[in-house]
């Protein structure tokens, strides 16, 4: 059964680090692109970074770009989000998804297409 389970969230203040981590089971890892996504409440969910199958194609929401960096651990099958310089604008439930097919990770994170496999997601808060 595949499985993915995210982790790392929590209250930070603004300015502040996390590091999200995404475990996946169930599934050959290495064959699925993996994508971070976010939503806060009222808002519509969106794609924050997404990665590609070898963790050699990357892509980044225009507001996180500079702080946020995605990595892949394909023999961990874990999928890392640093954040850094958090801002209270980035206070939301973050979801990692993942995505058997040959598509680029700006598909998944533009919302062109939907990933078919979604975690529980994790509540980061920026508050002072």
């Known amino acids: 059964q595949l499985q993915l389970v995210e982790s790392g969230g929590g209250l930070v203040q603004p300015g502040g680090s996390l590091r999200l981590s995404c475990a996946a089971s169930?599934?050959?890892?290495?064959?699925?692109?993996i994508g971070w996504f976010r939503q806060a409440p009222g808002k519509e969910r969106e794609g924050v970074s997404c990665i590609s199958k070898s963790g050699g194609s990357t892509n980044y929401a225009d507001s996180v770009k500079g702080r946020f960096t995605i990595s892949r651990d394909n023999a961990k099958n874990t999928v890392y989000l640093q954040m850094n310089s958090l801002k209270h604008a980035d206070t939301a439930i973050y979801y990692c998804?993942?995505?058997?097919?040959?598509?680029?990770?700006?598909?998944?994170?533009?919302?062109?297409?939907?990933?078919?496999?979604w975690g529980q997601g994790t509540q980061v808060t920026v508050s002072s």
């Open positions: 998804a993942a995505d058997g097919r040959a598509l680029g990770p700006d598909l998944y994170c533009s919302g062109y297409v939907t990933p078919d496999y």
């Open positions: 169930g599934f050959t890892f290495e064959d699925y692109a």
